[in-house]
Nanobody
């Protein structure tokens, strides 16, 4: 059983920054690709960022240049640094873990999910 716990969400003004964290337990974290997804009210859950076991990252076009995913295998934690936040970034952000080493952009590529953390961006 894998558990993922997100933290770091909150309220921020447009142009501000937040750093989300996701602590993992129950599986060898270093062997797992990790991803970040988000879901806004009335919309489908969408891919935000992924980080593979080798540290390679991929991002949705909407966040490229503003968001950075990273991982600390010693702490079993993955991060999402979000800069220059926009009102359209407002959503519940979910951390996801995979049984495989390469991060994918699709929801089905992930086997474990956190409970989500709310990010609110005021204009």
């Amino acid at each position: 059983q894998v558990q993922l716990v997100e933290s770091g969400g909150g309220l921020v003004q447009a142009g501000g920054s937040l750093r989300l964290s996701c602590a993992a337990s129950g599986r060898t974290f270093s062997n797992s690709a990790m991803g970040w997804f988000r879901q806004a009210p009335g919309k489908e859950r969408e891919f935000v960022a992924g980080i593979s076991v080798n540290g390679r990252t991929n991002y949705a076009d909407s966040v490229k240049g503003r968001f950075t995913a990273s991982r600390d295998n010693a702490k079993n934690t993955v991060y999402l640094q979000m800069n220059n936040l926009k009102p359209e970034d407002m959503a519940i952000y979910y951390c996801a873990g995979s049984r495989y080493p390469l991060a994918t952009t699709v929801i089905g590529g992930y086997d474990y999910w956190g409970q989500g953390t709310q990010v609110t961006v005021s204009s």
